[in-house]
């Protein structure tokens, strides 16, 4: 759904944006440093089976969870969207986006490029943004250095990031990642979002 | 045209953006101050017969031309568009916007909606964004106070930007210039061009 914008009564209605992206291309660290930067976004925790990394905190970073509690999220119809990704579950709790949009707060999401079809699928006015690499060497190097994957895995997440770029027409946006342009990216998707709350035809959230 | 952007190899390709909006809204002085905030736009200096005011600089503001001048360059095809607005002619320089464009630069040109209409049809791939003041009255209170038409013509532009209302529909992007909100419209203009150059599909223009 979208409506015609009307100036003289103009409310700018909250999004839902989605920052997707290979593995390794940073989406962890640009939603981290957005909310340093202070924007005032609602930034969604996820909820995930994958173990805690040394530097994560469980309800800030994500949500982790058993194997056994997500099949009961799944089960109850709390998840919005859900998928397996590299062996574990990944999900986006329904109840926060909703009552984070009826605040009236932007929600960001992070989600892998799998997800970020599903709710294309399921939520058309979604505002889907690509984080890319600036090549895929530079991607390669920084899956290796982050050391978080055996070599088996690395290849296949390579493989799939080859994959994924042939789904780029689903996103809205291309945003250039670069190496040490951190806050050019956070820029970038703060200037996305601001453009679109000016759209003529706006965008209108259903969930 | 458009184009489908490629993360690993993308050029940002410049853009062409018209500034509209009715008569007082402040679409010369948003460029003005978009020009002193240093931001790196090509900005179109339009050809006028209209008579300068006491404030502007011949060839910053507009190039003010005789009647005959504008009708040798109408002759000429020297012009991307041109119209009759409240009986003075005012054009855009083809050859100016075709070599910003071709230096890599953004081209930020200011234009009434009739002209923007224009451009819509010759240009598709042209941002257009309409200046909206936040209500009737504010816009109506701000052609009073510049005192630059007599009565009469006054009621005719306020009968116009009722009746432009109508054609937002041709805008890509509405930004309401509050009273005392200059930096923000600019903030917002900023914004909207910095977004458009991440769109996966991107415009390519063509003259």
Do not use: W
Not at 11 to 23: A, D, F
Not at 37 to 64: C, I, M, Q, S
Not at 91 to 115: N, T
Not at 156 to 170: D, F, G, K, V, Y
């Amino acid at each position: 759904m979208s409506r015609r914008i009307e100036p003289y009564n103009h409310q700018e209605k909250p999004l839902l944006v989605v920052i997707s992206g290979p593995s390794g291309v940073g989406k962890d660290m640009t939603i981290a440093r957005l909310q340093q930067l202070g924007y005032p976004f609602h930034f969604v925790v996820t909820a995930t089976t994958r173990p805690k990394r040394p530097t994560e905190v469980n309800g800030v970073d994500y949500f982790f969870v058993s194997t056994s509690e997500f099949a009961e999220m799944i089960e109850q119809g709390e998840l919005l969207e859900y998928a397996v990704v590299y062996g574990d579950y990944k999900g986006i709790p329904k109840a926060q986006v909703r009552e984070a949009l009826a605040s009236g707060k932007d929600v960001v999401m992070r989600i892998d490029v799998q997800g970020a079809a599903t709710i294309r699928r399921l939520v058309p006015e979604a505002v889907l943004i690509y984080l890319s690499a600036e090549s895929e060497d530079a991607l390669v190097r920084r899956l290796r250095e982050r050391k978080t994957e055996p070599e088996d895995q690395l290849k296949m997440r390579i493989a799939t990031a080859r994959q994924e770029l042939r789904r780029l027409e689903i996103f809205d946006y291309v945003v250039i990642n670069a190496e040490d342009r951190l806050d050019e990216t956070c820029r970038k998707i703060a200037a996305i979002i601001t453009a679109e709350k000016c759209r003529v035809d706006q965008r209108e959230i259903n969930l």
